[in-house]
């Protein structure tokens, strides 16, 4: 009785932090309450409480979980060359124009990052600087197989990838045009890949 009582307690917790993620990419961390999120569920309010004590720890799992969803994605691109690393980046963006026109979970956060509590700024610092440095290496490894140019550094290269993506699901959104990405998509590759070759 008592695992089976954890397992159910656990398997909430899940839930709650998966649903609480749709949210935030629907309507933003601020546009949703517990109230929300425990009709969503199907429970009463007073039972999130067993499993977060405040919106900013629900707010910390839901970072957490997300960090650690895309590290494991990333680990299923390995043996992928640096193009289609970053094509696979791209069509992460396009999925979530496509459920519902959702937005990236760290662009949702970046939106009211003067509003959030300093733990979980940090814990978005974390997660951005993990993304990025992903992107770097995929950078790095493109110039080095002189697969993309190299008059630029990685690093700007990064700035100049993630602008445009993020850009593009906005767009995508307002304009409820999901093929903008992938329009984007091809855009970036080629500006990459634009003098690569010695």
Not at 152 to 180: C, H, M, N, Q, W
Request: with cysteine.
């Amino acid at each position: 009785m008592v695992e089976t009582r954890m397992a159910l307690e656990v398997g909430t917790k899940q839930k709650a932090i998966r649903e609480a993620h749709l949210l935030l990419q629907k309507y933003g961390w601020s546009g949703f309450s517990f109230q929300d999120l425990a009709e969503v569920l199907g429970i009463k309010k007073p039972s999130l409480y067993a499993h977060f004590d405040s919106k900013e720890a629900l707010g910390i799992d839901v970072v957490d979980n997300y960090r650690v969803s895309f590290s494991n994605w990333v680990e299923t691109l390995s043996e992928m060359d640096p193009d289609q690393r970053l094509s696979a980046f791209f069509d992460m963006f396009y999925k979530f124009s496509q459920k519902g026109a959702l937005y990236c979970p760290l662009s949702s956060f970046a939106a009211e990052l003067h509003s959030l509590p300093p733990a979980m700024k940090k814990k978005l610092k974390h997660t951005y600087d993990m993304q990025t440095a992903w992107l770097r290496k995929i950078m790095v490894d493109g110039q080095a197989q002189d697969m993309f140019r190299k008059d630029i550094s990685a690093d700007e290269l990064v700035d100049y990838t993630i602008s445009i993506a993020i850009g593009s699901l906005f767009t995508a959104r307002i304009t409820s045009d999901p093929e903008k990405i992938k329009s984007m998509k091809s855009k970036v590759l080629l500006f990459l890949k634009s003098g690569a070759l010695p």
